[in-house]
Structures are given as structure tokens and as C-alpha cells.
């Protein structure tokens, strides 16, 4: 059986619980690598995985006898069957963050399940701490947002508009080995670059502006997540300081993202220094990125726990103005 | 109060629902105009909008007197005032389809509801019969679409990828007044088109290649679904029988799209037709379209509705076989 499983295994034994049924699509992929609509099934006796007829030969051609999971068509099975699947389990955990209201009451009728336990994002917490596979798929990821980062400093010419820009760098992503964005490019010119959240609109770049791009893409399933700010032609003078502020503190968080650091400290640290200034941090100081593009760890003065080996994280601090700058990887 | 909202209300009170949490964002955009993370609260007093900070401005910007809707932050309220709102509600409907059983247990706890009533998709099924505006959209999104697929037939040469023709459709639409796709565009050629959910690939396009692409953009929110087969240079002898099959029903259905007409008619008329000929037809002959990409109805042989006058649906027979042929609208 592989790592991944066996863990779950002992995890779901340690909580009392003779079962589990894993619906999120991205926890199964990284359970089993299965990239499908269908549920893993852990039961006493095996790890099943129920789909069907549309995707049973893609998922078998990837798994092999060492991932110790049997596959089944959903329709291969009688209600009967359905019901003994729990059988003699009092307690099968499932994902009650994922899991709508109505799925639950179906799958507590369809499996006659004794009790549903819930369990509070177990496997999400456990995808913080990355192998050295998932290391490699990301920065794989990030090779290639460093790539399209160097191309766009050629492509980018005043009279470009905002979109123009995005559509190129989905073009970079998806001709240079990546299956794509992992999520919408933010390409925010002048003072656009005030909007939280902005769309890439039709204004043209101009001489002077600053251009905060926020970009990522996904590579066999792994994310990247950077953000660089960039000027065009010269840096306006009111905007060195600040910019300057920001590198300062990115670079400091940098020395300082090693096992043991409280990542209160390291959130603080940041909030204080732009307090200093007179700015404020904006949301938080990063998070983690892996099979999602927002995941564990959140770095931010709320959160009490410290960092791990082999976490991957983004240090993306940030200030609150009309121009914001953000230079973070 | 706008007319839809005063419809939910009409509606809830029917269903003896004194309240309802509207949740998910494709309902509420529906209901309000309102783009935003945020939950409508339908109280027997007032229609509630409750968001946070970031989206106030926008919120307030989009709505006006006549919406009949009071935007509060969510940070506005104590926990009394939480418990109050559904104050002397026996039931009160939420979206059992939508909300996870953890937001359920959180909704029950903060708004201290005596019975959260399923609704059974009340919302979406309302959502079949378009008005004007809603129609004049989707018409606006199709005609995009159109332009695109014009556009194609002279982008198109031997030699370009798979990739490459998706890319362009993006483009084209991002630059023609859509929001972007509705769905990742299918592009497969040759061997590829026989694939039920093709991810274009770097298969570049051959002479006598059927190309089969499935396509869609998003105007001010709502979707258009555009299924087409061409092919490079020559139409080959094999495929000439079944493409003049396909498109002989799809024009047979579109002359029955009328009021009143049965579903479950309408598909078996082109099931028995595919089945005369030695094909099979694949999933259903078409869906609903509107602000979701696939939304009711859904025109399958199981479906015992009646078309109504202003349902908007794809009409989209395609067979089953190592060469498929979809030549749909």
C-alpha cells in the first residue's frame, strides 16, 4: 500500500474510527494520484475507489498493485452491497467541510452508516509537509513562473493593455510545459494596482506606471503563486521608499522560514516593521501552496503554530495605500 | 422589492418557510445583481445582504433603492443580533445542495434556527424561464461565440496544435467583449475527437482531420455552449454518413423546441433515430444555459417535464464511436 494510505490508516485507527470516506477531489489525488470524478472508500478490509464507466481505464492505467486500491464501477454494486461496505464500523470519518448537506444524509442512508464522524480536515493538515516528489513538482511550477517572468520583462511594452498581458501569460504556461494558470492572472497597471482583487481591464501601460503582476501556474497537479512589481521605463520617486520597505521585510522573512520559527513571530515581525513606517499588512503574510493554490499553513499573528521541515509557503508581505506594492515570491 | 426577490418570497411562503439563507453566488447574482462573497438573508422584515469589507463599495454601487436589499458587513452584528434575525421563524430554507454539513452545523449554532427546511433547488428551477434581460445576454454571449467560430475557420491551418486553436479561442473572446470562457475549450482533432472530455494536446492538425470543438464565453455573467465539427481540407468519405445523421437531428430538434413539447419525446425521437442507423446517442441531447454553463432542464429520455416558453437549452445529438461527430448549437 502506498505511504500516503498507510498514514491515513493509522490516522483514522488512532481516532477511533473503523473507516473513512474521502469525496474531495484533490485529497484523493494526493492519496492516490487519481484525477477523476469518484470516492475513495477506506474499509477495514480494503481502499476502495468507486467511479465511473467514463474515467475506470485512466484510473487504472495509473494505479499499480502497490497502491493497494481496488476499483469498482459505482453500478457494480447492489444496495446491499452498498450497506455492507461499513459493516461493523461504529465510526466512519468523512469530510464535513466538502461534503454538502444533502450528500451527507444520501450517504448515510445508501452506506447505513452508524455514525458519520467528522474529521476536521485531517488530510489537508497532513498535505502541509510536502516529499520530495511534490518539492520537485513545485518548483518545476516555479521554474516556469520564473521563465514567463523573464519573457514578460521583453514582451511588456507601453501601449500593451492589461489583458493583453494575462492572455500572454496563460500563452507562456500552456506552450512552456504547464497545464495552465492556477488562477486568473492579476495584471494591475497604475492606479489599478490599488484593487484588491483587480481583472486585468483594457487600460494600456503607460510611461511611469507600476505593474503588479500576480501570476502562477500548475504543473502535474502543483502550484505556483509569485508576485513581482515592475515600473515602466523609470520608478516614480514617491514609490522607492515603500518599495523599499517591502523587499526589506521579504527579504527578512526569507532568512527567517526555518523549522521551529513561530509563524506568529514571523507574521508580527513584518506588521510591526510596516506599522513603523506608518502602513499597515495587508490579510497576511503568506500561505501554503501545493495541490491547492491557497492551503496550510496560513501565515498570519493569528496563527500559533510553528513552521516545519519541508512546509512550502509563499512570503508575500504587503501594505495597504492607493499603490500598493507587492513583491513576493 | 425586484421582481425575483418578491417571487422567492411569494414562493418560500407557500412552502410554509417564514425565512430563507441564500448561499450559493450563482443564486444570489441571480436574485440581486450582486457579485461578491457574501449570504442573503430573506427575513420575514427585510432582504439582508451580509458581506465583508472588501466588497461593500462594489455591493453598494450595483444596488439600488428599488432591489429592496440592506447591505451590512458581517462584523455589524453581535451574536445576539445573529440569533435574532430568524426570530419567531418556525422553518427557515437553506441550500441543502450548496452548503456543507459544516456550515450547516455553524449556521444552525449562529442564527439559532429551529428547522433549517430544504428547498430543493427552488432557485435553480426558477432559473430555467429567462426574461428579456437575461435572454438578451445569452443571445449577446452566442453571438461572440459566432464571431469566434467565423473567426476559426480562417485561424485554422495544417500544422497548428490543439493547444495553440484552444488559446486562440480565449484570446479571441477576452477581446471581443466576453468576461473569458464558460468552459476550457475542447479542441481535438483526428483520433483525439473520439475522447468524451479531450484536454487539447500539442497534436498538430492534419489534412483530412475532423476537428471537433466544443466551445463557450461568459457575457456579463451568462454562458454560451457552442459544439461544431469542421474538416481540414477534405471531408472524408467514412465520416460524411453519420456527420448527415447528426445534423439531420439536429435540425429535426430544433423544429420541435417548442412550448409544450415533452422531453423525454424529444430525445427518444433522436435516440430511436441513432439506434435505426446503428449508433448510440451519447449522455443526454442537450441542457439548460444561463448564468451556469449546465443547469436545468436536462433533455434526457428520463426527464418527464414539458419544455416551457423561455427555457434556454443547447440542442447538441452526438453518437457514440471511436469517430465522434458533434454538430450542435
Chains 1, 2 share one sequence.
Not at 464501477?73 to 465510526?91: G, H, I, P, R
Amino acid at each position: 500500500m502506498n505511504t500516503k494510505l498507510k498514514w491515513l490508516r493509522e490516522k483514522i485507527k488512532m481516532l477511533d474510527m473503523q473507516g473513512m470516506m474521502v469525496t474531495n477531489p484533490v485529497n484523493i489525488r494526493y492519496l492516490t494520484g487519481i484525477v477523476a470524478e469518484g470516492i475513495l472508500l477506506i474499509t477495514r478490509k480494503e481502499n476502495i475507489y468507486l467511479t465511473d464507466s467514463r474515467y475506470i481505464e485512466e484510473v487504472n492505467s495509473i494505479l499499480t498493485i502497490d497502491d493497494g486500491i481496488i476499483v469498482h464501477e459505482f453500478k457494480d454494486f447492489s444496495k446491499d452491497e452498498y450497506e455492507n461496505f461499513f459493516l461493523f464500523c461504529e465510526n466512519v470519518g468523512f469530510e464535513e467541510e466538502y461534503v454538502t448537506y444533502a450528500k451527507y444524509k444520501q450517504y448515510m442512508h445508501q452506506y447505513k452508516i452508524n455514525n458519520l464522524q467528522e474529521t476536521e480536515k485531517i488530510i489537508e493538515k497532513q498535505r502541509m509537509i510536502k516529499d520530495e516528489e511534490e518539492i520537485e513538482k513545485i518548483t518545476k511550477a516555479c521554474e516556469i513562473t520564473d521563465q514567463c517572468f523573464n519573457h514578460l520583462l521583453e514582451f511588456i511594452k507601453v501601449g500593451q493593455t492589461e489583458k493583453e498581458i494575462a492572455l500572454e501569460i496563460e500563452r507562456f504556461f500552456k506552450t512552456h510545459g504547464a497545464e495552465g494558470n492556477s488562477f486568473e492572472p492579476i495584471v494591475a497597471s497604475g492606479k489599478n494596482s490599488s484593487k484588491p482583487h483587480a481583472v486585468p481591464t483594457d487600460k494600456k501601460v503607460d510611461l511611469g506606471d507600476p505593474i503588479t503582476i500576480d501570476m502562477g501556474c500548475i504543473y502535474q497537479g502543483y502550484c505556483s503563486d509569485m508576485t513581482r512589481t515592475i515600473f515602466v521605463g523609470y520608478v516614480p520617486e514617491q514609490i522607492k521608499e515603500i518599495y523599499d520597505l517591502v523587499l526589506k521585510n521579504q527579504c527578512q522573512t526569507e532568512k527567517e522560514l526555518k523549522e521551529g520559527m513561530s509563524i506568529k513571530i514571523l507574521s508580527r515581525m513584518v506588521e510591526n516593521d510596516f506599522q513603523l513606517h506608518g502602513y499597515d499588512l495587508v490579510h497576511s503574510l503568506g500561505h501554503g501552496v501545493g495541490l491547492d493554490i491557497h492551503e496550510y499553513p496560513f501565515l498570519s499573528g493569528k496563527n500559533d503554530n510553528l513552521l516545519k521541515a519541508n512546509m512550502v509557503v509563499t512570503n508575500e508581505p504587503r501594505y495597504l495605500s492607493s499603490w500598493k506594492i507587492w513583491c513576493t515570491y
